[in-house]
């Protein structure tokens, strides 16, 4: 079952294996964290936090957000979270700003996948 989860997951950029991992096996866990991303507001805080020229709290929303994705194995959004929270941190906005489209597709990608989880539609 793990297995066919996780093939299924990995096109929406979730490492369920690495989830399941992470959670000593308890996959009813995982899924009741992991579908609260869906309510989770802090991607679209850190997109207004960039829109308004707000370095300080984009670079919380980033580093949070790079947080979550790495517990939940979102391991797409993880990345790009961590690049824009890196570029924040080390005073490169425009930088953190360039790589907003790749967040938003690895945004909702996991959204979709979750999505899907949720649902059992997989």
Known sequence: MTADLASKLAPFGID????IDRYDGNAALYERLAVKYLSDTRFASL????EVDDFDEAYRQAHTLKGVAGNLSLSDLYRTAAFISDALKNGEP?????RLPQLEQAHRQATKGLELLRDKAL
Do not use: H, P, T
Not at 16 to 19: L, S, T
Not at 47 to 50: E, I, R, S, Y
């Open 94 to 98: 425009e930088l953190a700003k360039s």
């Open 47 to 50: 997109v207004a936090a960039l």
């Open 16 to 19: 369920y294996a690495d989830a």
